[in-house]
T-cell receptor, first 115, second 110 residues
Framework: GAVVSQHPSRVICKSGTSVKIECRSLDFQATTMFWYRQFPKQSLMLMATSNEGSKATYEQGVEKDKFLINHASLTLSTLTVTSAHPEDSSFYIC???????????FGPGTRLTVL | GQNIDQPTEMTATEGAIVQINCTYQ??????LFWYQQHAGEAPTFLSY????GLEEKGRFSSFLSRSKGYSYLLLKELQMKDSASYLC???????????FGTGTKLQVIP
């Protein structure tokens, strides 16, 4: 099946710093990528939908100025958590959908811990 | 809006059969996903139902009734490694947005 990678897999940072998470589709072109956040013992919550070459669509309650998303190419989307705070500590998962509009393929996730 | 309900926890015995139910209310419904998620890992795709009926895939089967807004995941011959959370997710709209349920944590006991 299709492969989606995320980097880094785990990051620990100090409060106030910015963290960038990369999501890559390795063997297919992803016109749409999704960013999810999952807090402990909770389900995945969609943060934003990222379309290549256009601005991301954010879900209600997600601050676009805090969570910057850039979908620069058909194989790469980045999520930057700006001025991270401890409450941003979470498991961030991306997924990608190929050009044919098939199912989503999930990345392995990035565990962010903000001290 | 979107609303997806599934039981929070279930326990079943190794070798047995378990059915995890999911009800959904969503506008512009396209199809229903089931994912398996082990703790600390990303979800793994299990099934995607668009049409009514049962689809079997090895030990796992998934059922959908669009008119009732209902789906279930059936796991047969349970193994200890099946202990995980099972997420029901509804896809809707032209942009194919997926909304996840809270997940059902399944514990398989000897």
């Amino acid at each position: 099946g299709a492969v989606v990678s995320q980097h880094p897999s785990r990051v620990i940072c100090k409060s106030g710093t910015s963290v960038k998470i990369e999501c890559r589709s390795l063997d297919f072109q992803a016109t749409t990528m999704f960013w999810y956040r999952q807090f402990p013992k909770q389900s995945l919550m969609l943060m934003a939908t990222s379309n290549e070459g256009s601005k991301a669509t954010y879900e209600q309650g997600v601050e676009k100025d805090k969570f910057l998303i850039n979908h620069a190419s058909l194989t790469l989307s980045t999520l930057t958590v700006t001025s991270a705070h401890p409450e941003d500590s979470s498991f961030y998962i991306c997924s990608a959908r190929d050009k044919s509009g098939g199912r989503e393929f999930f990345g392995p996730g990035t565990r962010l811990t903000v001290l | 809006g979107q609303n997806i309900d599934q039981p929070t926890e279930m326990t079943a015995t190794e070798g047995a059969i378990v059915q995890i139910n999911c009800t959904y209310q969503t506008s512009g419904f396209n199809g229903l996903f089931w994912y398996q998620q082990h703790a600390g890992e990303a979800p793994t795709f299990l099934s995607y139902n668009v049409l009514d009926g049962l689809e079997e895939k090895g030990r796992f089967s998934s059922f959908l009734s669009r008119s009732k807004g209902y789906s279930y995941l059936l796991l047969k011959e349970l193994q200890m490694k099946d202990s995980a959370s099972y997420l029901c997710a509804a896809e809707s709209g032209g942009y194919q947005k997926v909304t996840f349920g809270t997940g059902t944590k399944l514990q398989v006991i000897p």
